[in-house]
């Protein structure tokens, strides 16, 4: 057993311990654990299509969002059920990443990030527009989460485990695809687009494919959040909470499918703690942000990565003059 797996093992360890070892439950387990598998989900989604495509997308809350702002309207307004809004939303969410994706990926680097961040600003723009479907600036609220097999979600360690499982399923999907033929080719593409053309592999069309599972992602992140808030609002599609998202993801070290919940632990954490001693918990986190990439510019994933090549560094110059 490698060393990876060791500390995967560990990890799933301590998350499913986690309600039952913290010294204020009704506090931690609802904003760090929850609300860490909530964020880290979103993020993973960003992470995934880092790592295999090399793009930075700001427009994982625009899936995120309008999942949740269709779950809330067809069941909060016209009285539609869980059963059918869930898949309903999911499935509009997905489809959207389907269309979206097709254009976003003609585009490149900064023009990649910027395109999917006018994406989201557009949803802000318009739920703030369409008051009378998305609720305006109020949102929708009182959106009380469903029972399922008779089990009430609204139970904090409930709602924590139902989110632990479905971010272990996501994760272990995307590692698996990550090591997969397919997510060797999205390697390929991204480090030589032009050698796996030649090699016969439709760049576009796998492209997309990835495109359209980290939008899945999202939109799974998008259920979440809609009922560990029981509302929608604009927002949780706002400039503010992309830029949030960013920097979890920063934070953890975008290159990492693993940093996506190290940032979101590190940030939920640190919100939690810091505004109970100062009004200016922006600014802190900000402070934060920056001490951490001061520290480790791969971010927190990438430490033991740094540290390997500086210890690799000082071998090699102490080998060259002997």
Known sequence: MNRRKVIIGVLVLLALVFPYIVPDPGFWVTNGGTRTLWIGLVALSMAYLNRNLGLMSLGQLFFSGITSY????LTIKHG???????PLGLVIGTLAGVII???ALKTEAVYFLMLTLALTLGLYSLSLAGESITGGHTGINSVAPPKIFGLDITARNTFYYLCLIINLLIFAACLRLQSSNFGLALNGIRDNAARTTSLGYR???LRLAAFVW???IASIGGVI???YYQAVTPDSVGLARSIDLLIVVVVGGASYLGGSYLGAAVIAVFESIIQDYTKYYVAAEGALFILILLIAPQGLMGIGEQLRKRRNKKLAASAGTQ
């Open 70 to 73: 269709t779950i809330a309207i």
């Open 80 to 86: 539609v059920s869980y059963g059918i809004s869930i």
């Open 101 to 103: 994706g097709w254009v």
């Open 203 to 205: 760049n576009s069309g």
């Open 214 to 216: 980290a939008s899945f």
């Open 225 to 227: 959040g809609l009922f």
